[in-house]
């Protein structure tokens, strides 16, 4: 008889979906890989009569989260609800209930990363959140486990699909900010309230995030000096292009040569010859140079139900794994 890894899912929004569909989807290549079935034993959603496109057994929904922290056979907790509250104290009361916690939520690492790491070492559980930086981009694994042997001195991202999506319409077919950006609402690229996206508040998070895995430095979201999109023009698009440049949203950090580190998020004209310069749409992508490994170059789609949901279920395997 196969072993059960018994899940908790905190939200069924649209990556809770996503990491139910993808699941059921591959469950049967996922457990002939693992050796285990995974089997989701409760889900803690308020909305439990929305479609969703998937039958969901009923019995499975609480909305009283005691029911996973308390169940002793619940071995993962999945947490999809975004925000930093409740998320974050959720969290904390799965792990020091015992069990490992899997999280795509990057406002919640950005602002209690201390917290949350010391709280599953004191607990001896595991917190992973490869999702949490660049969807489904292999970004975080690769940095603390086959990167790890390198001195880091830059790191430069385009780490939104939604502005990155923008301005690649903006640049490509001459449009307006406004324009464009009702069609990635539309389109359910952009929120209907889009601030955190177009004024750089999510990519502050995910940088805030990667500064503490590729520099070892604290910096809160909220030091990040940090502009947004919302005030770039056709005129200035065209002004780039006529230097051979693009407009990129991005998310930088540097050691200087005293051994300071240098952060910001801002809209920055690159060369069209750089390697992130050809990141179009929702992709997002990443660069890092290192002492040993010297450039390297991460690229895929950053956002997304799907995408971020294989990132998720990475994570839950790598646990059940170990």
Same mark, same amino acid.
């Given at each position: ?20 569909? @993808? ?168 929120? @209907? ?130």
């Amino acid at each position: 008889m196969k072993k059960e890894i018994k899940i908790g899912l905190l939200g069924l929004g649209n990556i809770g979906t996503g990491t139910y569909k @993808a699941l059921e989807l591959n469950r049967a290549h996922i457990e002939e890989t693992l050796g285990a079935a995974l089997q989701i034993k409760h889900i803690l959603e308020k909305d439990v009569t929305r479609d969703r496109g998937i039958a969901i057994d009923p019995a499975l929904f609480t909305q009283d989260p005691a029911t996973i922290f308390d169940d002793p056979t619940i071995d993962v907790v999945i947490e999809l609800l975004g925000g930093i509250e409740p998320a974050t104290s959720f969290m904390v009361s799965a792990m020091k209930a015992g069990k490992h916690v899997v999280t795509a939520n990057k406002a919640a690492l950005a602002a209690n990363l201390e917290l949350l790491t010391n709280t599953a070492a004191e607990n001896d559980v595991k917190l992973r959140y490869e999702a949490s930086v660049g969807g489904g981009i292999p970004l975080i694994g690769a940095i603390t486990e086959s990167l790890n042997a390198n001195v880091f001195s830059e790191l430069l991202g385009i780490l939104n699909g939604t502005t990155n999506y923008i301005l690649s319409k903006m640049s490509d077919e001459g449009r307006a900010y406004d324009e464009v950006l009702k069609e990635a609402q539309e389109k359910g690229f952009a929120e @209907a309230d889009p601030t955190a996206d177009v004024e750089g508040h999510d990519v502050a998070n995910k940088l805030s995030i990667l500064m503490s895995l590729v520099f070892g430095k604290r910096v809160l979201p909220d030091d990040i000096p940090t502009t947004g999109i919302s005030a770039i023009t056709k005129d200035d698009i065209a002004e780039a292009d006529s230097q051979g440049c693009v407009i990129k949203l991005l998310a930088s950090a540097y050691r200087t040569p005293d051994g300071q580190i240098e952060c910001f998020v801002q809209p920055t004209w690159l060369n069209k010859t750089h390697p992130l310069a050809g990141v179009r749409n929702e992709f997002n992508a990443l660069f890092l140079k290192g002492n040993a490994v010297d450039d390297l170059m991460f690229y895929g789609k950053g956002a997304g139900p799907f995408p971020t949901a294989s990132a998720v279920l990475g994570d839950v395997i790598a646990i059940a794994r170990g």
